[in-house]
């Protein structure tokens, strides 16, 4: 569906010897100021860090997090793929006590790209617009034939919702704040998470703001005016 690899120029970036869960602690330890943490992928490295550093949380000003599926899923029928690829380390996260904005698939499939927007897109002209237009159509022939969206020729870009919320949170919609329990049970239902709507456990406090949707037009805008000045 993705290939093996992206078509990037040679990078002179090297694998640095320090682990990254050691870099979280010892920067969110270290900070002069708070710092938010946006996480798209699964939360193995940052919940490794609570554990072994509690404290941490202390500095994390907001943790925004792509994952989770509330009325939607993809990796099984009941959960999403970064939740489902380590469920124990997304509980943890999100019993962490941080400020946590969850941005799920329902947002994400809300905010699809379509063929027009690429061709928009890639009109900048820039290096990242062009790559990004490309990188974008790629995917939709993926999700064309394992994943269709109930809109043709369209397909989520769901990491880039999660980022673009801190610069306009306006993208994301009908926000709730809720409980968020994920199961770790092995199972059918193993990395769902529960979203308590209806707050029927009163034992267990909202810990989410969680977007079930976003506003399309606002996102592909943004996404227009950053990759066409980069």
């Known amino acids: 569906m993705h290939g093996d690899y992206l078509p990037l120029p040679e990078t002179d ?3 640095r010897p320090e682990h990254a869960v050691f870099w979280l602690i010892d920067t969110l330890m270290n900070t002069k100021e708070k710092i938010t943490i946006i996480a798209v992928g699964p939360l193995t490295n940052l ?4 554990r072994l550093e509690p404290r941490i949380t202390e ?3 907001e943790l925004v997090i792509m994952g989770g599926g509330y009325l939607i899923n993809n ?7 970064n939740f489902w690829v380590d469920p124990e380390a997304a509980k943890i996260v999100m019993d962490s006590g941080c400020k946590i904005c969850l941005v799920p698939l329902d947002a994400t499939h809300a905010a699809y790209v379509s063929v027009k927007d690429c061709e928009e897109i890639r009109a900048s002209g820039t290096p990242a617009a062009v790559f990004c237009a490309d990188m974008i159509q790629q995917r939709m022939k993926g999700y064309n034939e394992w994943q269709p969206m109930p809109v043709p020729m369209t397909v989520p870009v769901h990491d880039a919702l999660a980022v673009c919320y801190l610069i306009n949170p ?3 919609e009908s926000v709730i704040h809720v409980n968020v329990d ?10 769902m998470s529960l979203l308590d709507v209806e707050a029927r456990d009163k034992t267990r406090k909202p810990n989410a703001y969680v977007a079930r949707s976003a506003n399309r037009e606002l996102f ?3 996404l227009k005016e950053i990759l066409g000045s980069a």
Do not use: R
Not at 182 to 191: E, I, L, N, Q, R
């Open 75 to 81: 990796i099984i029928a009941g959960a999403e793929f």
């Open 13 to 15: 970036l090297k694998e």
């Open 182 to 191: 994920v199961v770790t049970s092995v199972g059918p239902a193993d990395g």
């Open 47 to 50: 919940a490794m860090a609570l």
């Open 170 to 172: 306006d993208v994301l």
């Open 220 to 222: 592909i805008e943004i």
């Open 59 to 61: 500095n994390i000003e």
